[in-house]
């Protein structure tokens, strides 16, 4: 009854390959996000969603596509893996409007070689 | 745009000591302000947040933040560290650029807690 999950945990693979990432709440929230953690710790948005419509979209490359099919779920694309997009990558969800606080799922290690 | 520091990469501290975690921050309007926590190989954990109100906030685990506006603060406390408070926390505030908002984080604060 994981709050919010993450698959894969691990993820390798070669420059220039097509990999998605997939995340799932169930919490009932209706706010879900994309965090990249790099090396040094740095987290950083890239997406939000709010009850399926996309409304942050920070400066993330165009080969990054997130899409939601529902409340529930947001998954991360990545198209033509670069040696820069080795990162863990962070999936969250809120609810409210003011300040709600996130919860966050495990993370995704993807490495590219 | 909003935006928080947190001045010390490591925090060392004695177990049974009591710990701060410090964060400033610089924003237009009311600050909200919050507290994460991150295991190693872990997602991050909310700790507390600040919105209005006191300006001491609890918060899980013992934690509290202390919000001081006229030094634009929100150090995070402990009265007496365990050595399993050692982690890495994250301070963050809620920015609003068009209306929708979204979360700042800091660099973080590696608090290491000695036996």
């Known amino acids: 009854d994981t709050a919010v999950s993450q698959t894969p945990k691990y993820l390798v693979t070669q420059m220039g390959n097509d990999k998605s990432i997939k995340c799932e709440q169930n919490?009932?929230?209706?706010?879900m996000y994309w965090y990249k953690q790099d090396s040094k710790k740095f987290l950083k948005i890239m997406f939000s969603?709010?009850?399926?419509?996309?409304?942050i979209n920070e400066t993330v490359p165009n080969r990054f596509s997130p899409k939601s099919p529902d409340k529930a779920h947001l998954n991360l694309h990545i198209n033509s893996l670069e040696l820069g997009d080795s990162a863990v990558y962070f999936c969250?969800?809120?609810?409210?409007?003011?300040?709600?606080?996130?919860?966050f799922g495990p993370g995704t290690r993807l490495t590219v070689l | 745009a909003q935006s928080v520091a947190q001045p010390e990469d490591q925090v060392n501290v004695a177990e049974g000591n009591p710990l701060t975690v410090k964060c400033t921050y610089s924003v237009s309007g009311n600050p909200y302000l919050f507290w994460y926590v991150q295991y190693p190989n872990r997602g991050l954990q909310f700790l507390l947040k600040?919105?209005?109100?006191?300006?001491l906030v609890k918060g899980s685990y013992g934690f509290e933040a202390e919000f001081n506006k006229s030094q634009t603060s929100f150090h995070l406390k402990k009265p007496s560290a365990l050595v399993s408070d050692s982690a890495l926390y994250f301070c963050?505030?809620?920015?609003?650029?068009?209306?929708?908002?979204?979360?700042?984080f800091g660099t973080g604060t590696r608090l290491k807690v000695l036996a």
């Open positions: 969250a969800s809120s609810q409210g409007r003011l300040a709600p606080e996130q919860f």
């Open positions: 963050a505030v809620r920015d609003m650029p068009s209306g929708t908002y979204k979360y700042i």
């Open positions: 919490l009932g929230h209706d706010t």
């Open positions: 969603y709010n009850n399926k419509e996309l409304i």
């Open positions: 600040y919105i209005t109100g006191d300006n």
